[in-house]
């Protein structure tokens, strides 16, 4: 089946710095990734849809410029956190969709524990 | 808008007792209907998906049921183990594919 991956899973970061999640799609090609934050006994919040080449589309309330998107090759997309603040502090799990399991699907990645002090 | 919603929010049974989890949604229009478990600290594990034509799926003690015209679907496990604590999710598509999710309920198996 489709396996995706985050690295790193867990991360922990001074205020004011930025830090780089990647999610991967290993034995498929994902033309389109999307980022979900989760907080805390909360569900998912879709961030932004990502397609390989193109520029991402951000949800409503999402700053493009803090929450960097790339989706550079059919297997990687990376969200960067710019100049992260405790309140970014957040669960944040990535799903790719597409190549020879179609676009009905998305499977997730395990997701990365962020933490800013 | 696409509302998903969840009841009850947490769910504590004995072990051997079959479970229901209720999911609603605002909008009957769905293509699909997904189910998903995720355990502490971790990613989502996918669990059914039931296309919009069907009227249940089933995958072992699991089986979901979907009533796209009241806007409904129930999730039973039966039997219920230790191992099935976690908490489930569901989720239907938006037009372009972007998953609304409910927030989920929280199941506690005791043994």
């Known amino acids: 089946g489709a396996v995706v991956s985050q690295h790193p899973s867990r991360v922990i970061c001074k205020s004011g710095t930025s830090v780089k999640i990647e999610c991967r799609s290993l034995d498929f090609q994902a033309t389109t990734m999307f980022w979900y934050r989760q907080f805390p006994k909360q569900s998912l919040m879709l961030m932004a849809t990502?397609?390989?080449?193109?520029?991402?589309?951000?949800e409503q309330g999402v700053e493009k410029d803090k929450f960097l998107i790339n989706h550079a090759s059919l297997t990687l997309s990376t969200l960067t956190v710019t100049s992260a603040h405790p309140e970014d502090s957040s669960f944040y799990i990535c799903s790719a969709s597409g190549g020879v399991y179609g676009t009905d699907t998305q499977y997730f990645g395990p997701g990365t524990r962020l933490t800013v002090l | 808008k696409q509302e998903v919603t969840q009841i009850p929010a947490a769910l504590s049974v004995p072990e051997g007792e079959n479970l229901v989890l209720n999911c609603s949604f605002t909008?009957?229009?769905?293509?699909?209907l997904q189910w998903f478990r995720q355990d502490p600290g971790k990613g989502l594990t996918s669990l059914l998906l039931i296309q919009s034509s069907q009227r249940e799926q089933t995958s072992g003690r699991l089986n979901a049921s979907l009533d796209k015209s009241s806007g409904r679907s129930t999730l039973y496990i039966a039997a219920s183990q230790p191992g099935d604590s976690a908490t489930y999710l569901c989720?239907?598509?938006?037009?372009?594919?972007?998953?609304?999710f409910g927030a989920g309920t929280t199941v506690t198996v005791r043994a």
């Open positions: 909008d009957s229009a769905i293509y699909n």
């Open positions: 989720a239907v598509p938006l037009n372009d594919y972007k998953l609304s």
């Open positions: 990502s397609n390989e080449g193109s520029k991402a589309t951000y």
